[in-house]
């Protein structure tokens, strides 16, 4: 007698796979999606969302790989769902990743009315030890312009002896705290110099540049910043810390009348915090406008990776205001020892009328 075997398939497993996918997809599109939905509608009133809007940037990345998983399963409701954050990367970030290598804008500049410069922001990060690699990415990066912060005295002693040669100007203001010292190292004469500070500010920068090129000169008014983190008691994490430094810098530069400014510095906020858009509302952000890919500037060693260094966020920044025009904005990719990578940008400098941009 022929007895029938039962007939195995594959199809149980992938049905279990199929609904854990849909499970975990749900619970992540409701978790990314709600957050920004809040923000959408009353902003970074609750911390919470601010907490979110500081890892937004990696909290969407999973959305691109379940979304394509989405489509080759039909799970159509779950595609429209992973869409969500998606769209909002791409909207945010995504013409970064469309520029060319060279992304530097194509300037009609008009004859004998521009003077191109470059600057730097560089948080050395205040430490003990050598700074000989703080002192390399500076000289490699030959910038015109350079505004450090975190300047402990022994940094101070050692990057004003170092570069002596290649930057004959200095305003150094270092600080027995060392997080809270400032400096400038300039090719051009600075005028004056004044630190600062209020809360939310662990210590501020501001100064006057004469930038002579060729028998022309402009005065550039320069705000070097460096604002609290909101991370506070450990594992607390309050942006008022940080949003009452931002207000203090915003009523600082409304007192400047000079016609070119640059604000810059380590800010301590995410490109998605409120933060950055009160700023970004006033002035240019050299990157946001011609760099490429995300950005990210803060680069510490994680204890839970065995030490690894890994950049996760973009906080340090140059802002622009006036008859300045951007050109080409890039992040330094070797930290020199710092926990932060520096920030490097071409500016022009316009004494003319304002010439027309075009690019990405």
Do not use: C, K
């Amino acid at each position: 007698m022929q007895r029938d075997l039962p007939v195995t398939s594959n199809r149980s497993g992938r049905g279990w796979l199929y609904h854990l996918f849909g499970m975990m997809a749900l619970v992540y599109g409701i978790g990314v999606s709600i957050p920004l939905a809040v923000n959408l509608v009353i902003g970074e009133g609750w911390p919470v969302i601010a907490l979110y809007n500081t890892f937004a940037h990696f909290a969407w990345l999973p959305a691109f790989g379940l979304l394509a998983v989405a489509v080759v399963w039909r799970r159509w409701s779950l595609a429209g769902l992973m869409l969500v954050p998606v769209v909002a990367f791409m909207v945010i970030f995504g013409v970064r990743y469309l520029r060319p290598a060279s992304a530097a804008a194509s300037l009609v500049l008009p004859q004998n009315d521009a003077i191109t410069i470059s600057v730097m922001t560089y948080n050395i990060l205040s430490r003990g030890g050598s700074y000989a690699d703080t002192l390399r990415i500076i000289e490699e990066s030959d910038a015109d312009v350079v505004a450090v912060q975190e300047l402990g005295f022994a940094a101070a002693d050692f990057l004003a002896d170092g570069l002596r040669e290649r930057y004959p100007f200095a305003a150094l203001h270092p600080h027995e705290v060392g997080v809270n010292g400032q400096g400038l190292f300039s090719r051009f004469p600075i005028l004056e110099s004044q630190f600062w500070q209020a809360p939310g500010i662990l210590g501020a920068q501001s100064a006057i540049v004469v930038v002579e090129v060729a028998g022309r000169s402009v005065e550039v008014a320069l705000h070097n910043i460096h604002t609290r983190h909101p991370v506070s008691g450990g594992f607390g994490f309050d942006p008022q810390r940080r949003i009452v430094g931002v207000d203090a810098v915003l009523a600082h530069v409304a007192a400047d009348t000079a016609e070119h400014r640059i604000l810059l510095g380590d800010f301590n906020m995410p490109e998605l915090s409120s933060d950055y858009a009160r700023i970004s509302a006033a002035w240019m952000d050299a990157f946001g406008l011609h760099g490429r890919g995300l950005g990210l500037t803060f680069r510490p060693r994680l204890s839970w990776f065995g030490g690894l260094a890994i950049p996760i966020l973009r906080i340090d920044y140059i802002f622009v205001d006036g008859p300045i025009a951007v050109q080409s904005a890039h992040v330094v990719a070797d930290t020199g020892g710092s926990d932060h990578r520096a920030v490097v940008s071409q500016l022009v400098l316009m004494t003319g009328d304002p010439p027309g941009t075009t690019g990405l």
